[in-house]
C-alpha cells in the first residue's frame, strides 16, 4: 500500500509541476481546464487480465486450502470485473 500510495503521490507531484510550469508561460491547454479523468486512462483490460490469472494460479496452487482458494476466486471474479469494466467504459465506435 505505501508503494502505490508513494508512487501516486510523485506522479500527482510532478503533474502539478508540469501544470504550473505551463501556466507560468503563459501556456493554456485543454487539459488544464478539464483535468485529467483516471478511470477513462487507467488500463483495466491489461490490470484485468493479470489479476484473473492471479487468481487462477492462486486456486491451482493451494490444494486443498479453503482459504486460499477463497482468495483466488476473489482475484479470478475482480480481473474478470475489470476486463468488463474496459469494455463498458470505452465503447468501440462503429465502422
Known amino acids: 500500500m505505501?508503494?502505490?500510495f508513494l508512487t501516486w503521490f510523485f506522479i500527482h507531484k510532478a503533474k502539478t509541476k508540469e501544470r504550473l510550469m505551463l501556466i507560468e508561460k503563459?501556456?493554456?491547454l485543454?487539459?488544464?481546464t478539464t483535468?485529467?479523468?483516471f478511470l477513462n486512462n487507467f488500463p483495466w483490460l491489461k490490470v484485468g487480465i493479470v489479476v484473473a490469472f492471479?487468481?487462477?494460479g492462486i486456486i491451482f496452487g493451494a490444494g486443498n486450502?479453503?482459504?486460499g482458494i477463497a482468495t483466488g476466486w476473489v482475484f479470478?471474479?475482480?480481473?474478470?470485473?475489470m476486463v468488463v469494466?474496459?469494455?463498458i467504459g470505452n465503447p468501440k465506435a462503429e465502422k
Open 65 to 67: 486450502q479453503e482459504r
Open 76 to 81: 479470478l471474479f475482480g480481473g474478470i470485473g
Open 30 to 32: 485543454p487539459q488544464l
Open 85 to 87: 469494466a474496459n469494455y
Open 2 to 4: 505505501a508503494g502505490v
Open 54 to 56: 492471479m487468481g487462477i
Open 26 to 28: 503563459g501556456i493554456n
Open 35 to 37: 483535468g485529467n479523468n
